[in-house]
């Protein structure tokens, strides 16, 4: 397959300041972006810098987000895996898919973002055909994830960790879990979502125990209800 159609063409730029993480995972985030700024001290000191890193937890948390926000405060590209393109029925077939990205990744000295990584890291089945198949991709994966370059970046992300074969857990050298955002961090990203709009279009009620992706959409049905009344009332006076 066409290699740019194994690759999700997406050009957003996203601040580490539009991510919206608890101080823990904040520090580890931090953490990561100076160790690539200093590789080069830190090298010379025989000091290994983290580039294999797993996101995981709780589905609109800001894995994605944060992919990207890692990347553009890196001042490096992102190649994103569409995965939907990747896997094949034939096992090798997806194979040679994931090395033709992992290759150019590592040429390029990007990040590399797979997301639901667990659809072509599952732990292997009961299944006799399934485990050969599944062990086929897996060594690929895990080879292919060993000899990635250090001055590149991989991270992947799941909803589903429990679900990845141990063997490939074992390759991510920092992991970080993404946790359903609490009261006080959903005010701050609230605050922060409704404040190009009118201040009348600012007071809406807020839901909670929701994750980011749930109270954005929620904040911008309010927001879109209420503009479109005050359109309507101004043209019927009109």
Do not use: W
Request: charged residues 25%; hydrophobic residues 40%.
């Amino acid at each position: 397959m066409e290699l740019f159609n194994l690759i999700i063409n997406d050009k957003e730029i996203v601040s580490l300041d539009d991510v919206f993480l608890n101080e823990y995972n904040q520090k580890q985030i931090q953490q990561l972006v100076k160790e690539h700024k200093y590789v080069d001290a830190l090298t010379k000191y025989g000091l290994p810098v983290n580039n294999k890193i797993l996101l995981e937890g709780n589905s609109g948390c800001g894995k994605t987000t944060t992919a990207k926000a890692i990347a553009n405060a890196l001042g490096k590209p992102i190649l994103s895996l569409n995965l939907s393109n990747i896997v094949c029925s034939r096992i090798g077939e997806t194979s040679q898919n994931i090395k033709q990205v992992f290759d150019k990744a590592g040429r390029e000295k990007t990040v590399l973002f797979l997301d639901e990584f667990d659809q072509i890291g599952k732990a292997r089945g009961n299944d006799d055909n399934d485990v050969g198949e599944m062990r086929r991709l897996v060594n690929t994966i895990i080879q292919l994830i060993d000899y990635f370059p250090k001055n590149a970046l991989l991270i992947c992300a799941t909803n589903h960790p429990e679900i990845i074969d141990i063997a490939l857990m074992r390759r991510f050298q920092l992991r970080i879990n993404f946790e359903m955002p609490s009261a006080t961090i959903l005010d701050t990203y609230y605050d922060k979502l409704l404040a190009s709009f009118p201040i009348e279009m600012q007071n809406i009620e807020r839901k909670y125990a929701i994750s980011f992706a749930e109270a954005r959409d929620y904040a911008f049905t309010i927001v879109k209800a209420a503009l479109i009344e005050k359109l309507e009332k101004e043209e019927s006076f009109e």
